[in-house]
């Protein structure tokens, strides 16, 4: 399996803010994705990260609220722009291998005041 | 809507018994079927892998998965207290490559 950092580890932020979480491979994947965990929950995905086009979101996320970028085959920023108190939660990398398997970075754990 | 059901537990088993998961999905297309382990503030870590009915085993992981009723099962033999975390089942679209969880069962292994 690939080797995923995912940085930063946890942030407290304030209201209004933004923060950007990368997430960086130790190998060329095609396929990558970031998640939501909000306390207490299962995972939620947020969009697929398609390298060379935009990102492809699900329902519910927009945009606007998480910008994603995928500029190579190793590397994907996701964006928490405007941040509010609801938005605290554990956002995740993961990254797409063999057969549908999916690997996960260790997460940002995020607090907004 | 694509789902995943799972009893959220907890799900408390004494050590060196057989704790037994389930989990129901709805996309009858689904074809590829996981079992990640999550320990309270870490990240998913794959434990099991299944694609065809029937049984597969993984040392004290044996998962089951039965197409027909659209159920997929995780037995853990043998629970050790290390075993005491949340059991995520996660199904794969069948018209892509996204992973659709459940809610996650909490395992609880009592010494």
């Known amino acids: 399996s690939a080797v995923i950092s995912q940085k930063p580890s946890r942030d407290i932020c304030q209201r209004g803010t933004s923060l950007t979480i990368q997430c960086q491979v130790d190998?060329?994947?095609?396929?990558m994705f970031w998640y939501r965990q909000q306390p207490g929950q299962s995972l939620t995905l947020i969009a697929t990260a398609n390298q060379g086009s935009e990102a492809t979101y699900e329902s519910g996320f927009v945009i606007d609220k998480f910008p994603i970028s995928r500029p190579n085959l190793t590397f994907s920023t996701l964006t928490v722009s405007n941040m509010s108190p609801e938005d605290s939660s554990i956002y995740l990398c993961?990254?797409?291998?063999?057969?549908?398997?999916?690997?996960f970075g260790a997460g940002t754990r995020l607090s907004v005041l | 809507q694509k789902e995943v059901e799972q009893n959220s537990g907890p799900l408390s088993v004494p050590e060196g018994a057989i704790a037994s998961l389930n989990c129901t999905y709805s996309d009858r297309g689904s074809q590829s079927f996981f079992w990640y382990r999550q320990y309270s503030g870490k990240s998913p870590e794959l434990i099991m892998s299944i694609y065809s009915n029937g049984d597969k085993e993984d040392g004290r992981f044996t998962a089951q998965l039965n197409k027909a009723s659209q159920y997929v099962s995780l037995l853990i033999r043998d629970s050790q207290p290390s075993d005491s975390a949340t059991y995520l089942c996660?199904?794969?679209?069948?018209?892509?490559?996204?992973?659709?969880f459940g809610g996650g069962t909490r395992v609880l292994v009592k010494p």
């Open positions: 190998s060329q994947v095609t396929m």
């Open positions: 993961s990254v797409g291998g063999h057969f549908g398997i999916q690997y």
């Open positions: 996660a199904v794969n679209e069948a018209a892509g490559n996204k992973l659709t």
